[in-house]
C-alpha cells in the first residue's frame, strides 16, 4: 500500500465523517463549521487526483465564498427561530428521518451496485486514453494548460459563465437590499 | 495508483449525505449545505476522471465552471433565504405556504 492511497484513505475518511457529522449533529452553527473540514478535506482529494488549480479554486471559492456568505446569512437571521427549529426537530424525531434516511440509503445501494457493475478503470474511453498517452502524470504541471484551454477552446463558456455570474451577483445584490416601502 | 472505484464511492455516500440533508432538514441553509454536498460529490467525480483528459483538460475545466455557478447559485439563494425571514421570520421551507402579497 503506497503512501498515495493511504493518504487518500485519510482524506475519504475525513471528509466523510465530517459530512456525517454535518448531516447529523444539531446545533446549525458548528454544523457550518464542520463543514469547513469536508471541503478541505475534498481539496485534498482534488490533489490526489491530480488537479491541484481545481483544489486551490476550491478552497479561495468554497471556504473562503460560499462559507463565509452561509455564515452571514445564518448571523442575519435571528437566532430565536432557528432555537423553535431545533426543538421541532427533535419532537418529530421518527418519522420525517426515517424517510429520508431511507431513500438515502436505497439511492446509495443502487449507485454502488452500478460502479461495481460498470468497473470504471477499464471503461473503453479510458483504455483508449491510456494508450494514447492521455494521461495526466504526478510530475506534470497543468496549469499552464490549463490557462491555454481557457482561453482558446472555452473561450465561449469562460465568457458565458461570467456574464451569468456578474448577472446573479447583482441580482443578489438587489435582492438582499431593504426594500423602500417595508 | 487510486483506483477510479474508490473515488466514485467517496462521491456516492458524500451524494447521499447530501440528499439525505435535503430531505430531512427543517432549516433552509441546512438544505442549502446539502445541495453543497451533492455539487461537491458531482465535482470529485469530474476531476477524477479528468485524470485521463491530458491535452484538453476536460474534466477539470467542468469542475472549475460547476464550481463557479455554485458560487453564483449560493449567493442568489442566500439572497433569497434573507428575504424569506424578512418576510415570514422563519426560514423553515415547511412553514412558508403563502404567497408574498397579502
Known amino acids: 500500500m503506497s503512501l498515495v492511497q493511504i493518504l487518500f484513505y485519510v482524506m475519504s475518511f475525513i471528509a466523510l465523517g465530517s459530512a456525517l457529522f454535518v448531516a447529523a449533529t444539531k446545533n446549525l452553527v458548528r454544523s457550518i463549521f464542520m463543514f469547513f473540514v469536508t471541503l478541505f478535506a475534498l481539496a485534498g482529494l482534488y490533489v490526489l487526483a491530480l488537479a491541484d488549480f481545481v483544489a486551490i479554486t476550491q478552497i479561495v471559492i468554497y471556504v473562503g465564498g460560499i462559507l463565509v456568505l452561509i455564515l452571514f446569512a445564518f448571523m442575519l437571521s435571528g437566532k430565536e427561530t432557528l432555537n423553535i427549529i431545533a426543538q421541532q426537530r427533535s419532537k418529530f424525531i421518527s418519522i420525517n428521518k426515517v424517510a429520508a434516511f431511507l431513500l438515502a440509503g436505497l439511492f446509495l445501494l443502487i449507485l454502488l451496485n452500478t460502479f461495481f457493475k460498470v468497473d470504471a478503470d477499464h471503461l473503453a474511453w479510458i483504455t483508449g486514453s491510456v494508450r494514447f498517452n492521455n494521461v495526466i502524470t504526478p510530475t506534470a504541471a497543468m496549469t499552464e494548460n490549463i490557462g491555454v484551454n481557457l482561453m482558446t477552446k472555452y473561450l465561449l463558456p469562460f465568457e458565458a459563465i461570467s456574464i451569468l455570474l456578474m448577472v446573479a451577483l447583482i441580482g443578489a445584490a438587489h435582492l438582499s437590499r431593504k426594500g423602500e416601502k417595508q | ?102
Open chain 2, 1 to 102: 495508483m487510486i483506483s477510479m472505484n474508490d473515488f466514485l464511492i467517496v462521491s456516492a455516500v458524500l451524494f447521499c449525505i447530501g440528499l439525505y440533508m435535503i430531505v430531512s432538514k427543517r432549516n433552509a441553509i441546512q438544505i442549502l449545505i446539502g445541495i453543497e454536498l451533492m455539487l461537491n460529490a458531482a465535482i470529485l467525480n469530474l476531476v477524477a476522471f479528468g485524470k485521463y483528459d491530458r491535452f484538453f483538460n476536460g474534466g477539470q475545466m467542468f469542475a472549475l465552471f460547476a464550481i463557479v455557478l455554485a458560487a453564483a447559485t449560493t449567493a442568489v439563494a442566500l439572497a433569497i433565504i434573507l428575504n424569506v425571514y424578512r418576510q415570514y421570520k422563519t426560514i423553515d421551507p415547511g412553514r412558508i405556504d403563502n404567497l408574498g402579497d397579502e
